[in-house]
């Protein structure tokens, strides 16, 4: 199943400051999530955010609130952010069916939100590296299961390189000038 950036959406599932301390790989998560973000942004993919109380755990990570223009973003109290009130219907109007997700717990709401999602029939595209737990176990777990789902794992690079298709369209020089160099140490672990 090749990703196409027109039905694409990437969707970042609770990446906020009370959580990325003490999650195995959460400073990888967020570089990762603002990455593709970016390259999102230019590509013209729709980037959607969600914060789980927000009033306990604080808000998503000042990095994607403030580089991910035109994002959009939802206060959301259930796991499945899916199942929140007017999420569904809001994805459903958009016409985007392949959804790259990740964010965390991996094995809590990234998982519920991925298993509502290919309940209601999207193709759900795990982002390896920015879906991340507290131990890494768990996020392997819920990787595992979401494959058993009908889910797929990708890397950010791979998303990338088939949102592009090529080499020869104008807006890869400029992702490729703005996003495709190294970004930081990073490994993919989260495959094993």
Sequence with gaps: MRLKREQSL?????????????????????????WLGGVAGVLDVPVWLT????????????R???????????DKTRFDAHAEPGFAATLSASGRRQIVLCGAEAHICVLQ???????AGYEVFWLA?????????EASLARRRIERAG????????VAYEWLERCDDARFKDVHRRFL?????????FFD
């Design 10 to 34: 990437l969707l970042i599932v609770d990446l906020q400051v009370g959580l990325i301390p003490v999650l195995e790989g959460g400073e990888q998560a967020v570089v990762e999530a603002r």
């Design 64 to 74: 994607l609130r403030e580089s991910l223009e035109g994002a959009r973003f939802w």
């Design 113 to 119: 939100t991925g298993l509502g999602l290919r309940e």
């Design 151 to 158: 889910g797929w794992t990708v890397s950010a690079d791979m």
């Design 181 to 189: 160099k190294p970004r930081s140490p990073r490994s993919l672990r």
């Design 129 to 137: 590296e920015a879906a991340v737990s507290r131990r890494s176990e």
């Design 51 to 62: 914060e789980q109380y927000p009033a306990g755990l604080g808000g998503n990570d000042p």
